[in-house]
């Protein structure tokens, strides 16, 4: 009965005011549809953009030998530094930050050639964990380069799925023999499709890769183009880069603070740029959404003054028959909340609404929207607090009553 | 012992630089079964002291003890109990709540007891019996005359059985017939044992009670027992 009282009272309090409600109501409707949608762009842009961010591999860095641009222990500046196949597991052993490493070598233009097919791209050697690194994924049936493969020089190939459609249409490519420069290799395995937006020797999708020991025994190369390297954690970049160079200053005898020897590109620095862009905009977005959602609580704060003032002579009277002052204070709090709840369950299927409207549109720049836990949890603790605080000043005034006044109205 | 037990009791009002005596030196003693009406002109003190006697307000000085509890000195929460278990409350305009059934409204003092929900239902429905109004449970205040309404007032104040009824001129808003018939009940009560103090300036009725304290500038002049 109490509660159906409540009930009857929130629906006398609602309807004495019918525009006002509706108007407040719309108010954190449009509040908590304009945070959750806000976010979730940003998040889906976010995940979009990682993905293809990611293509190229999360958190690498990328090595290459300059020449030096300090004289060192009595030799001129300008030497050339080349880095060989040893140095990536050296530094692996130097520096135990270092999760993983591999060498590579390219060769910008080889002919590969399947039955009457003929394509022509780039090679890329590199060990085991280079597919790891570089987001390398098979496709189901087949497998990159395996340590094995690069122990024994096998003439092993994993194609990247352009050069595989080039070469095979829709033919299942796994097992069969292809040639790279006229040797015969076994393709063990095709890259899965994926977005890459960044690249330092084109995209993955044309390349055809194979084992670093093989490509030496095909190619005569004594250097590597470049080495790629992961720490355990990419907080660790910065530290790894600088004993890198100190570990290569010594074996290649330059100055460590030479800044010309090594080149690198650590792809950490795009991810927090990139991070700290979400973040700026996450916060301004969220902030107009705040704001908005605020003036819809006003908008509420403002009905429950009404409400107090319209009630007081009905709070005086139930002061009389012994109510105490939380009593009014909580009837008045859930009254406000509920109707925050209701406007934030609107918005929120709204915002649902809309956002599946959105993707069923099928715009990829912008990535898929999604209301994560995160945004709805925000939502909703940002909609309890208003909806407290809105709620609580009027009704604090209401519980502060006198009811010797508010009986005389 | 006495219900109430009033000594020295002062009320005085700040209104920025006037200070205003309501009430003063005022001694009560009214014992249980007690039907008392307190009288006087219009800003005699009546209404402050009935404020006081029902914990709306406390006096400024004084002691003020009701059912032994000195209720003078009590926070706002604790008179709000008192209020709730000790007084029942009846008014010149009903103070009925308008978009609640008569049901609800007897119903309402036995919710902040946290009675429960047949406990309420048992007694809303003896109390509607007691005033003669058991056909009327579902109807709204609008839907019933200002008799009726008085009734279910008194059946509103009956609810937790309370050690004192306080009738402020429950006659003033009704014709001489309903008021007789609210005047009526009251005696009733008063037969089966209840302790009433009513307000009033109508001498119809102050001449048919027992006792009277009649109050004039905030002094008691002239009590009758």
């Known amino acids: 009965m109490k509660f159906f009282l409540f009930l009857k009272q929130f629906y006398r309090d609602l309807s004495s005011q019918k525009l006002r409600t509706a108007l407040t109501t719309f108010g954190i409707i449009w509040g908590t549809a304009s945070i959750i949608l806000l976010l979730a762009f940003t998040t889906g842009l976010k995940k979009d953009q ?37 140095d990536p597991e050296y530094l692996k052993m130097m520096i135990p930050e270092i999760a993983m490493a591999s060498p590579e070598y390219t060769n910008w233009s080889s002919t590969i050639k399947y039955r009457d097919k003929i394509y022509i791209n780039q090679v890329t050697a590199g060990n085991a964990e280079f597919g790891e690194m570089r987001n390398l994924i098979p496709k189901p049936g087949g497998r990159y380069i395996n340590p094995n493969d690069i122990a024994n020089k096998k003439r092993v190939a994993f194609i990247g799925y352009e050069a595989k459609k080039e070469l095979f249409g829709d033919e299942d490519p796994i097992g069969k023999i292809i040639t790279i420069d006229f040797v015969p290799f076994t393709v063990v395995g095709e890259m899965i499709e994926k977005d890459q937006n960044s690249s330092y020797s084109g995209s993955d999708r044309r390349k055809t890769f194979i084992p670093y020991t093989t490509f030496t025994s095909m190619y005569n190369r004594s250097y590597l183009n470049n080495m790629v390297v992961k720490p355990h954690e990419s907080r660790q970049s910065d530290y790894v880069k600088r004993r890198i160079n100190e570990v290569m200053a010594r074996k290649y005898r330059f100055d460590p603070k030479d800044e010309e020897a090594i080149w690198e590109w650590d792809t950490t620095r795009g991810d927090q740029f990139f991070d700290n862009f979400i973040f700026g905009m996450n916060i301004f977005l969220g902030m107009v959404g705040f704001f908005t959602l605020m003036v819809g609580g006003i908008g509420v704060s403002n009905i429950m003054n009404a409400v107090v003032e319209e009630r007081t002579k009905e709070i005086g009277i139930k002061m009389a028959l012994g109510a105490k002052a939380s009593f009014i204070l909580w009837q008045l709090v859930s009254e406000t ?31 898929s929207p999604v209301i994560s836990p995160e945004i709805a949890i925000l939502a909703s603790i940002l909609l309890g607090i208003i909806g407290f605080l809105s709620g609580y000043f009027p009704a604090r005034r209401a519980a502060k009553l006198n009811p010797v006044e508010a009986l005389r109205l | ?46 209404s402050t002291l009935m404020n006081i006697i029902g914990c709306l307000d406390t006096p400024t000085s004084g002691n003020y003890l009701l059912d032994g509890e000195k209720v003078g000195r009590f926070k706002p929460n604790r008179l709000a109990e008192i209020r709730n278990w000790k007084i029942g409350f009846v008014f010149q305009n009903f103070n009925l709540l308008p978009y609640a059934t008569a049901y609800e409204n007897i119903e309402l003092p036995m919710i902040f007891n946290g009675l429960s929900y047949k406990k309420r239902k048992k007694r809303v429905m003896e109390l509607l019996e007691r005033v003669g109004l058991a056909d009327r449970a579902a109807h709204k ?9 008085q009734r279910i007032a008194i059946a509103r104040a009956l609810a937790n059985n309370p050690s004192i009824l306080l009738a402020d001129e429950p006659t003033g808003n009704l014709d001489s017939v309903a008021g007789g018939s609210i005047i009526e009940i009251f005696r009733e009560l008063h037969r089966d044992g209840a302790t009433i103090v009513i307000i009033t300036h109508d001498r119809a009725i102050a001449d048919n009670v027992p006792s009277t304290i009649k109050l004039k500038d905030g002094v008691i002049v002239d009590s009758l027992n």
Request: positive net charge; proline residues 3%; aromatic residues 6%.
């Open chain 1, 50 to 86: 990682k993905r293809r961010q990611h293509g190229m591999g999360e958190a690498i860095i990328i090595l290459w030998s300059g020449r030096t641009g300090m004289p060192y222990e009595g030799m001129p500046k300008g030497r050339r530094i080349r880095f060989v196949e040893e």
């Open chain 1, 337 to 367: 909340l509920l109707m925050t709840f209701i406007g934030g369950v609107i918005g929120l299927i709204l915002s649902g609404v809309i956002i599946r409207g959105y993707n069923m549109l099928n715009i990829e720049e912008m990535g």
């Open chain 2, 1 to 46: 012992m006495s219900i109430i037990s009033m000594s020295n009791l002062y009320k005085t009002y700040n209104t920025g630089k006037v200070k205003v005596e309501a009430l003063k030196s005022i001694d009560i003693e009214i014992e249980q079964n007690q039907f008392v009406a307190i009288v006087g002109p219009s800003g005699s003190g009546k």
């Open chain 2, 141 to 149: 205040p609008t839907e019933l005359s200002g008799g009726e309404m």
